[in-house]
């Protein structure tokens, strides 16, 4: 099992930026894919970014260039640098860890963090 403890969010003026944090504790494969997703009032999650262990990344087209995400040194926190934050990045921000274990692998979710861009 992997728990997912996440912080960083809150109220922020457009321009500005905030740093979203998570870390991961539990039996973590040694390859994993740490990740965040959005989601929206009334909206499915969709994806923000990802990583995997080796550092490769993935991002939004609605994201790229303003946002970056990064794993520390020992590969179990997983950070979101957002700058040039707009009123449309609003949403609750999502940490996930996916792994490829066992048959399906395994997929897990953090409780949520919500971020607020408003003037």
């Known amino acids: 099992?992997?728990?997912?403890?996440?912080?960083?969010g809150g109220l922020v003026q457009?321009?500005?930026?905030?740093r979203l944090s998570c870390t991961a504790s539990g039996s973590i494969p040694s390859f994993n894919i740490?990740?965040?997703?959005?989601q929206f009032p009334g909206k499915q999650r969709e994806l923000v970014?990802?990583?995997?262990?080796?550092?490769?990344?993935?991002?939004?087209?609605s994201v790229k260039g303003r946002f970056t995400i990064s794993r520390d040194v020992m590969k179990t926190t997983v950070y979101l640098q957002m700058n040039g934050l707009k009123p449309?990045?609003?949403a609750v921000y999502y940490c996930t860890h996916k792994d490829y274990t066992g048959?399906?692998?395994h997929d897990y979710w953090g409780q949520g963090t919500q971020v607020t861009?408003?003037?």
């Open 49 to 61: 970014a990802t990583i995997t262990t080796g550092g490769r990344t993935d991002y939004a087209d």
């Open 103 to 105: 048959l399906w692998g």
């Open 1 to 8: 099992q992997v728990q997912l403890v996440e912080s960083g």
């Open 14 to 18: 457009p321009g500005g930026s905030l």
């Open 117 to 119: 861009v408003s003037s």
């Open 34 to 38: 740490m990740g965040w997703y959005r």
């Open 88 to 90: 449309e990045d609003t």
